[in-house]
């Protein structure tokens, strides 16, 4: 049976109640869910500060869906979300029903999908670029995001990351939905590679064996391409032709390597203090 849309009056703009997963809007989520586009026009957006960090950065909203559970005092109040955004309340089952395995949110969007970015918009900016070789963890991915976003670097390149979009919802949450704040653009190597020599950046790849201690960073005044590899690999043969410094963050005996978004975090850190 589909269920009826009823309006309800909260204090505020109308909600409709969705009671059944065949409700049209139970469907679209389904779909926005199902996709494995690499180039979707929606996508969805879970909780509130992401929503919201979101929508400071521009991205337009399709429509906001809250849980039955997560309405008990009323439609959550977003920032910067405006009266015309569709409000919904999602029965539980039907959230549940419609989320399965996935990771379920109590507050979630579906938001119009921006352009990608591409490695041109990264052309005549300022900050270092962050290029993740082979980084496949999207926690480590969107840690790393959101501190080159701190840190002022340009954007962060994702070389062989098994992402098909930024728009992943894993890597919208990991980032703090920073994401939207600096550019991320998956490219190939042989892209990296022409990009990186159009734009005569340096190349600085971090490895843990490297004999240059890290803080020699600071000595160099071009802006950088910092290069941190993989979980398991390291830096690749194609990033690695291209280096002009390899450093080393110094550890004690006792630990192989640091986790990779520490790594880059600590190496941006240094360049963009230097003086
Ligand atoms: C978990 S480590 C990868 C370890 C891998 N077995 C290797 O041989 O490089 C992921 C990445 O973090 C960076 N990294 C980790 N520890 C580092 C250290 N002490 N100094 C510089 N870079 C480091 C490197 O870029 C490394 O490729």
Known sequence: MVATTSAQRTAGPTVR???SARHPAARRIADVLRSRSDTPRVFVIDDRENIEQAVACGIELDSVYATGSAVAEGFPTLAGVGPGTPLHVLDDAVASSLFGRQKQSRV???????RPPRLGDLTGTTGDVVVLDGVRLVGNIGAITRTACALGAAGVVLLDSDLRTILDRRLIRASRGLVFATPVVIADRDACVDFVRRERLSVAALSADAAEPLHRIRGVADRLAIVVGGERGGVSPALDSLTAHRYAIPMTQKVESLNV????GIALYEHATRR
Do not use: D, K, N
């Not at 979630?108 to 921006?114: M, N, R, S």
């Open 108 to 114: 979630f969007a579906l938001a119009h999908a921006p």
């Open 261 to 264: 978004s520490v790594a880059a």
């Open 17 to 19: 109640r969705v009671e």
